[in-house]
């Protein structure tokens, strides 16, 4: 019986499975790169607030403590915005007629929240607590950036999920002396390995196995 197919027909057999693996690795290369791009992450994106507050004139120049804002910080999942108050303490005597910051003393006035954009959004799906992460030693630059050197705020790390996961397998490397928390000049060679693990003991981290289970962060 004659054959039904050519010869050639093996050749464009193997180079149409090597052309499948191929087109299929680069989809799947693309599909990664975009994943983490910041058009999906919001990563380097700033955000358009009603007043552009800056965290570089207020925490890099003027050298305000991220607590005097955050209040709650320490003590709840929530790092809490500033009441309008806040901003008045100062702001009822220093540009206290400014244009520029009459959103803040309308909202003063008329006891009406200034609507903040949110940088830092994560899905409803994840836990998130600030203040376990304040009282295991990670600084707010660590998460946040530098931010006494951001005009305008955005978000400095992907927030996606092996993100996240890179720090809880080795905490260690992410965390500091309770004293420089708040220290946005801090680099993580400040200290070396040993004092690390020291700190990692004296915070009571749980193991890897724990920090790394689905119901840490998925309640």
Same mark, same amino acid.
């Given at each position: $019986?004659? @054959?039904?197919?050519?010869?050639?027909?093996?050749?464009?057999?193997?180079?149409?499975?090597?052309?499948?693996?191929?087109?299929?690795? +680069?989809?799947?290369? +693309?599909?990664? @790169?975009i994943a983490r791009s910041s058009y999906l992450t919001g990563q380097y994106l700033e955000r358009q607030q009603p007043v552009q507050f800056s965290?570089?004139?207020?925490?890099?120049d003027d050298g305000i403590d991220c607590r005097y804002c955050h209040q709650t910080v320490e003590?709840?999942?929530?790092?809490? $915005?500033? +009441?309008? @108050?806040?901003?008045?303490?100062?702001?009822? @005597?220093?540009w206290n007629d400014s244009p520029y910051l009459e959103p803040v003393r309308a909202s003063f006035r008329d006891n009406k929240p200034i609507e903040w954009q949110r940088v830092h959004d994560l899905p409803e799906y994840v836990y998130f607590n600030h203040s376990i992460h304040i009282a295991k030693g990670v600084g707010c630059s660590t998460c946040h950036g530098q931010i006494d050197k951001m005009p305008s705020v955005y978000q400095e790390n992907t927030l996606q999920m092996e993100w996240c996961i890179a720090c809880h397998r080795a905490p260690e490397q992410f965390i500091r002396p309770k004293s420089e928390i708040y220290n946005m000049q801090w680099q993580d060679s400040d200290i070396d390995t040993a004092e690390r693990d020291k700190l990692k003991v004296d915070y009571k981290i749980r193991s890897r196995e724990m920090m790394t289970s689905c119901s840490t962060c998925h309640r």
């Open positions: $019986m004659a @054959q039904f197919f050519k010869k050639s027909a093996n050749n464009i057999a193997r180079i149409s499975m090597v052309l499948v693996v191929v087109l299929a690795g +680069a989809a799947f290369y +693309a599909y990664t @790169q965290h570089k004139h207020h925490v890099g003590t709840t999942a929530s790092a809490g $915005m500033p +009441a309008t @108050q806040t901003c008045m303490n100062c702001h009822s @005597q220093i």
